[in-house]
């Protein structure tokens, strides 16, 4: 089991930037890959990116790449979103996830993949 814990979000002005954080208690961050994902109002969740547990290999949803970068810290038990040239359309609730996967290299974008969810930071970027 792990539990997860996202802070970072906010309200930002368009074009501007935010770090999302997700710390992780419990069983050792290492044995997961994470994911971001994130929900807008009337709309249904997305993947947003991941990371896989070695932190070696990460995928980005087309609409924020080049702008959102995932990372993560396994000394601190922590994964982030840096979120740069925010859009109005970025504005969702931010949710992490992590996959228990034996698989060291791989990178998991579908939410069935994901066991466990934190409660979410909410985002909101303002035009």
């Known amino acids: 089991q792990v539990q997860l814990v996202e802070s970072g979000g906010g309200l930002v002005q368009a074009g501007g930037s935010l770090r999302l954080s997700c710390a992780a208690s419990?069983?050792?961050?290492?044995?997961?890959?994470m994911g971001w994902f994130r929900q807008a109002p009337g709309k249904e969740r997305e993947f947003v990116a991941a990371i896989s547990r070695n932190g070696g290999s990460t995928k980005h949803a087309d609409t924020v790449k080049g702008r959102f970068t995932i990372s993560s810290d396994n000394a601190k038990n922590t994964l982030y979103l840096q979120m740069n040239s925010l859009k109005p359309e970025d504005t969702a609730d931010y949710y992490c996830?992590?996959?228990?996967?034996?698989?060291?290299?791989?990178?998991?974008?579908?939410?069935?993949?994901?066991?466990?969810w934190g409660q979410g930071t909410q985002v909101t970027v303002s035009s």
């Open positions: 419990g069983r050792t961050f290492i044995s997961y890959a």
């Open positions: 996830a992590a996959n228990p996967t034996e698989y060291r290299n791989n990178v998991y974008s579908g939410a069935p993949s994901y066991d466990f």
